[in-house]
């Protein structure tokens, strides 16, 4: 064999001491292995399953129903070795331990436990015979023809009473008097401050006063034109309490005292707004 | 008895501005009568029960455009109905500044204080006997005994689990019958 020849040659060339040792195989194969094995290939590739072709060497058979039974004999030595673990010893501290149960029941609840599952599973209509009799006897008693008007009373309180309808002009007629009468007095305390040490200016001061009174009648001739809305808006920019304007609205005009009346007593005007807290109060 | 649409076709109505109030007044006359006994039985005198179902239909009406129809109406009807009573008697109770005990016994003399109480008829020491039982334990006992309702519907009434409400309904029963026979 040329090749065989070549290898040698290779071999002497290297002085290897492999050199014209004969060729020995040291590993063997089981008698017969190569004349079954293109069977036992072909069998595994056209035969029964791969894992039969592994367990059961060709050839060679199994017990019959071996593979029914397998499942059952791997379960039941798997449940042995469990058994056996679980019959290891435990530690002596938690072995004495096992039995000191440290929570208590109440006495007897054993007992009744089986009855007190009864009564929850139960649906309740094992009613006492006592309580049988009892149930459609009616000790109450309503008005006579109640149900027939009580949707239409409860009808009735669901309507929402009329608003309470608030003269607003009136009202306002009032700030403006009280504007007028304020301004009135602003000026009446300005010509008193400067006509008391100067006499002379009086006639002055006067003329200006009665210029005044003619300018109030046009300023409120004016002020009749601006919208209520408008004055609410006002007051409200300037911070001004319009709820207490708003509370003047439910005084009647009528009810003002007169110029006379309050000539005639001081007290006239603190009665009268004492009597305007009082309505308030009441509402 | 008066035949009453259902709740389905009340709710319609009642979402319709056209025919709001005519489905209203239908709702009321369908449950009125159940949920005036269930609220009396909590409350015992007249006047108090109509103030609490008056007001109870009252919430109703402005609660009614949130209710969900996944719901049933008579389930929660009865459940704003227990509430108000319950409020009531809460109310009762800080008014008159007094223990729960207290106002249960005062429930009891209103009973006694009904110009029908014969305390030899077992029809009124039952009555006695179930105002003897706490607040829930009572409202259980009545809507299972008197409104003969089923569990599952109590449940969504009281919010509570079925298995608490029947044992809470076997505690009343046992009660009752003990006071009764015993009292």
């Known amino acids: 064999m040329d090749t065989r020849s070549d290898i040698l040659r290779e071999l002497q060339e290297l002085q290897s001491t492999l050199t014209g040792r004969q060729v020995v195989n040291v590993f063997t194969v089981p008698d017969g292995y190569f004349d079954s094995f293109s069977g036992s290939v072909m069998h595994g590739i056209t035969g029964d399953s791969i894992i039969k072709t592994v367990i059961q060497p060709a050839g060679s058979n199994v017990p019959e129903g071996y593979f029914d039974s397998l499942a059952d004999s791997i379960l039941s030595k798997i449940k042995q070795q469990t058994a056996a673990e679980a019959d290891e010893p435990l530690s002596p501290l938690l072995e004495g331990l096992r039995h000191n149960n440290v929570f208590k029941v109440p006495p007897g609840y054993f007992e009744a436990l089986g009855g007190n599952i009864a009564a929850r599973l139960t649906t309740g209509d094992e009613l006492p015979a006592l309580l049988q009799d009892l149930k459609h006897k009616q000790v109450f008693e309503v008005p006579q023809g109640y149900f027939d008007s009580l949707s239409t009373q409860i009808i009735s309180k669901l309507k929402p009473a009329p608003a309470k309808l608030v003269n607003m002009r009136s009202s306002l007629r009032i700030i403006k008097y009280a504007v007028a009468a304020v301004f009135t007095g602003v000026m009446a305390l300005s010509i008193y401050k400067y006509t008391q040490p100067q006499q002379a200016q009086l006639s002055a001061v006067h003329e200006a006063g009665m210029i005044l009174s003619k300018d109030e009648v046009k300023y409120n001739s004016e002020f009749e034109k601006v919208s209520d809305e408008t004055i609410v808006k006002f007051l409200e920019t300037e911070g001004q309490d319009v709820d207490a304007a708003l509370a003047a609205m439910s005084v009647d005009e009528k009810e003002l005292p007169t110029e006379d009346e309050l000539m005639l007593d001081d007290k006239t005007l603190d009665d009268f707004l004492n009597n305007i807290n009082n309505k308030d109060l009441n509402n | ?183």
């Open chain 2, 1 to 183: 008895m008066a035949e009453h649409l259902d709740d389905k076709e009340l709710l319609r109505q009642f979402k319709e501005p056209a025919t709001k109030e005519r489905g209203f007044t239908q709702i009321i006359k369908k449950y009125q009568e159940k949920l005036y006994w269930h609220v009396r039985r909590m409350v015992v005198e007249h006047e108090d029960a109509n103030d609490v179902l008056q007001n109870m239909f009252i919430k109703v009406w402005n609660a009614l455009d949130n209710f969900r129809e996944d719901s049933q109406l008579y389930t929660w009807l009865y459940r704003i109905a227990t509430n108000e009573s319950l409020t009531f008697i809460e109310q009762q109770k800080r008014k008159a500044s007094v223990s729960l005990s207290d106002v249960e016994s005062g429930l009891s003399n209103k009973l006694m204080a009904d110009k029908h109480f014969d305390a030899n008829k077992l029809e009124w020491k039952l009555q006695v006997a179930i105002q003897q039982l706490p607040e829930k334990q009572r409202v259980v006992f009545n809507l299972r005994y008197y409104d003969e309702m089923p569990y599952e519907q109590m449940s969504r009434v009281l919010e509570t689990s079925e298995g608490a409400l029947k044992a809470s309904y076997h505690h009343a029963v046992k009660k009752i019958e003990s006071f009764i026979l015993n009292g």
